[in-house]
Protein backbone atom coordinates (compact mmCIF):
# COMPACT_ATOMS: atom_id res chain seq x y z
CA UNK A 1 0.00 0.00 0.00
CA UNK A 2 1.07 3.77 -0.90
CA UNK A 3 0.73 6.95 0.20
CA UNK A 4 -2.10 7.44 -2.34
CA UNK A 5 -3.44 4.29 -1.51
CA UNK A 6 -4.13 5.73 2.43
CA UNK A 7 -4.81 8.68 1.31
CA UNK A 8 -7.78 6.89 -0.84
CA UNK A 9 -8.95 4.96 1.31
CA UNK A 10 -9.18 7.66 4.34
CA UNK A 11 -11.01 10.02 1.58
CA UNK A 12 -13.26 7.01 0.89
CA UNK A 13 -13.94 6.20 5.02
CA UNK A 14 -14.67 9.74 5.83
CA UNK A 15 -15.85 11.26 2.86
CA UNK A 16 -12.79 13.89 2.80
CA UNK A 17 -11.68 15.53 -0.27
CA UNK A 18 -8.03 13.84 -1.03
CA UNK A 19 -5.92 16.87 -0.95
CA UNK A 20 -7.08 17.61 2.58
CA UNK A 21 -6.32 13.95 3.82
CA UNK A 22 -2.98 14.25 1.95
CA UNK A 23 -2.14 17.29 4.16
CA UNK A 24 -2.84 15.48 7.19
CA UNK A 25 -1.15 12.50 6.16
CA UNK A 26 1.99 14.56 5.55
CA UNK A 27 1.59 16.40 8.87
CA UNK A 28 1.79 13.35 10.52
CA UNK A 29 4.89 11.84 8.89
CA UNK A 30 6.32 15.37 9.61
CA UNK A 31 5.50 14.92 13.50
CA UNK A 32 6.85 11.63 13.34
CA UNK A 33 9.96 12.52 11.72
CA UNK A 34 10.95 15.17 13.71
CA UNK A 35 9.77 14.06 17.00
CA UNK A 36 12.50 10.86 16.35
CA UNK A 37 15.36 13.57 14.66
CA UNK A 38 14.43 14.93 18.49
CA UNK A 39 15.37 11.60 20.19
CA UNK A 40 11.56 11.44 21.38
CA UNK A 41 10.07 8.43 20.70
CA UNK A 42 6.22 8.47 19.20
CA UNK A 43 3.86 6.12 21.42
CA UNK A 44 0.68 4.84 18.57
CA UNK A 45 -1.50 2.89 21.81
CA UNK A 46 -3.17 0.03 20.08
CA UNK A 47 -0.88 0.53 16.79
CA UNK A 48 2.72 0.39 18.15
CA UNK A 49 5.90 2.94 18.83
CA UNK A 50 8.22 4.82 16.27
CA UNK A 51 11.91 5.21 18.25
CA UNK A 52 15.34 4.90 17.42
CA UNK A 53 17.78 1.50 17.66
CA UNK A 54 21.55 1.78 17.79
CA UNK A 55 23.54 0.10 15.30
CA UNK A 56 27.37 -0.71 16.41
CA UNK A 57 30.39 -0.01 14.88
CA UNK A 58 31.13 -2.76 12.80
CA UNK A 59 33.61 -3.84 9.75
CA UNK A 60 32.54 -4.03 6.43
CA UNK A 61 34.28 -4.60 2.82
CA UNK A 62 34.12 -2.83 -0.21
CA UNK A 63 34.05 -5.28 -2.89
CA UNK A 64 34.48 -3.12 -6.19
CA UNK A 65 37.66 -1.24 -4.45
CA UNK A 66 38.72 -4.32 -2.45
CA UNK A 67 39.13 -3.15 0.81
CA UNK A 68 37.53 -2.98 4.50
CA UNK A 69 35.90 -0.16 5.74
CA UNK A 70 35.19 0.43 9.23
CA UNK A 71 31.29 1.72 9.93
CA UNK A 72 30.79 3.72 12.49
CA UNK A 73 28.03 3.35 15.37
CA UNK A 74 24.69 4.66 14.14
CA UNK A 75 21.29 5.33 14.70
CA UNK A 76 18.56 3.79 12.30
CA UNK A 77 14.26 4.68 12.90
CA UNK A 78 12.61 1.33 13.98
CA UNK A 79 8.73 0.56 14.26
CA UNK A 80 7.75 -1.86 17.08
CA UNK A 81 4.13 -2.93 17.01
CA UNK A 82 1.83 -2.91 20.02
CA UNK A 83 1.19 -6.66 20.91
CA UNK A 84 -2.48 -6.66 19.83
CA UNK A 85 -1.09 -5.96 15.96
CA UNK A 86 1.80 -8.37 16.01
CA UNK A 87 -1.18 -11.27 17.26
CA UNK A 88 -3.37 -9.95 14.41
CA UNK A 89 -0.74 -10.07 12.04
CA UNK A 90 -0.07 -13.47 12.58
CA UNK A 91 -3.27 -14.47 12.22
CA UNK A 92 -2.52 -13.72 8.47
CA UNK A 93 -2.99 -16.78 6.42
CA UNK A 94 -1.25 -15.91 2.86
CA UNK A 95 1.37 -12.96 2.13
CA UNK A 96 0.75 -11.23 -1.04
CA UNK A 97 4.17 -10.47 -2.75
Do not use: W
Not at 36 to 64: D, S
Amino acid sequence: MTKADIVNEISKDLGLEKRLVLEVVEAFMENVRNSLIENNPVYLRGFGTFNLKKRAAKTARNITKKETIIVPEHYIPAFKPCPEFQSRVAEVKEVKE
